[in-house]
């Protein structure tokens, strides 16, 4: 075999079973967010760049408008990086809609290389991670992440159609309406992804489609573990370790699992779904959820609290629980997987 399979390129960047550490930080260049009306209304609304009253965008349905997000929060992201789309080397997207076609209708004019992902709502942590595996392996200067949902389309989807009226139980998330967007390359920023930890697919056999967060629960508690274990590194570490929409109920779920594993999260864990909204005063009853949950919590507060220096290290851990209609309606499980993704403060690197 080549020197380079016996321990050459690459292989002294990986760290552990399941995570990489970057030889040098990737920066975050840039970050946009769009969102709806009721997320507008939440306690992130100031920070938003973007907040559309009407639901449809400007477009006919549900499904263009999530696309009319995604293009509108790329091309705002561009424009803050102070680049151009011909920059960008490829894309790395995804929603919740079959076959990913908001990103398809939401990016063709861009005319950039996309790479379509799904991981449900663990996406933008996906996206995120692989937009930084590319530039730091010289496959791209300038690379993008970008995800969205739209609760109208998201609940044509996988649920009931919005005229059925049906009764929602207090375990269900509410899906954003909005999406999130990053420019990752070269240059000087004071925030960047210095490592991630890929999720394993995780199922402790719950099939219950309105209890999103108890899915998704245990691959947040099996990630997260394996970063501490991979990076040997204990909780206090990180400033936060912010996972993407686990709501009040998978939170819970979440702090009880890796208090059995010996690790205390408590005053050093937020859940991007708690965040975006105020449960009592918006009726939203676990939190929120959706591609474009964690995404635009990510652009619009996460990243600016790093590159201000409010945080120093974050562990980003967006969760997804991994099911169709078709494997719902079969009877199956729902697995749950989470993609985690350490952004750091360079200003004392």
């Known amino acids: 075999m080549s020197s380079e399979m016996d321990g050459g390129v690459g292989m002294n960047q990986m760290r552990g079973e399941q995570s990489i550490c970057f030889e040098q930080p990737v920066p975050i260049l840039s970050s946009a967010s769009v969102v709806g009306k009721k997320e507008g209304e939440g306690p992130l609304g100031s920070c938003f760049d973007c907040i559309q009253e009407d639901p449809t965008f400007g477009e006919d349905n549900w499904e263009s ?17 102070g680049i151009r789309k011909e920059d960008l080397r490829m894309i790395f997207s995804g929603d919740l ?6 990103s398809s209708f939401g990016l063709q004019e861009l005319g950039r290389p996309v790479y379509q992902l799904y991981g449900a709502c663990s996406t933008m942590g996906e996206a995120l991670g692989l937009a930084a595996m590319a530039v730091a392996g010289g496959y791209a200067l300038y690379a993008g992440a970008v995800t ?9 989807e996988f649920r009931f159609p919005l005229e059925y009226g049906n009764q929602r139980p207090l375990s269900a998330t ?7 967007a990053c420019i990752l390359g070269g240059g000087k920023k004071k925030a960047a992804v210095t490592g991630v930890t890929s999720g394993r697919i995780i199922d402790y056999g719950y099939k219950d489609s309105l209890n999103m967060g108890a899915c998704m629960a245990p691959a947040a508690c099996d990630t997260i573990c394996h970063n501490l274990r991979d990076f040997g590194y204990g909780p206090e570490e990180y400033d936060q370790i912010i996972t ?12 009880d699992l890796l208090r059995k594993e010996g690790i205390d999260l408590e005053g050093r864990h937020s859940d991007c779904g708690l965040l975006i909204f105020d449960n009592e005063k918006q009726d939203t009853h676990s939190g929120g959820s959706g591609c474009g949950c964690s995404a635009a919590v990510f652009a619009s507060y996460i990243l600016p609290k790093i590159e201000r220096g409010e945080w120093k290290k974050v562990l980003f851990l967006p969760t997804g629980a991994l099911l169709s209609k078709v494997s719902y309606n079969e009877g199956r499980t729902i697995p749950g997987i989470a993609q985690g993704v350490i952004v750091e403060c360079l200003e004392e690197r």
């Open 174 to 180: 509410w899906t954003v309406t909005g999406s999130g």
């Open 97 to 102: 809609q079959a076959q990913s076609v908001a």
């Open 65 to 81: 408008a999530e696309s009319a997000m995604q293009k509108e929060v790329m091309e705002r992201a561009l424009a803050k990086a």
């Open 148 to 156: 969205s949902s739209h609760f109208a389309s998201a609940e044509k």
């Open 244 to 255: 993407g929409d686990l709501g009040e109920v998978g939170q819970t779920i979440l702090l």
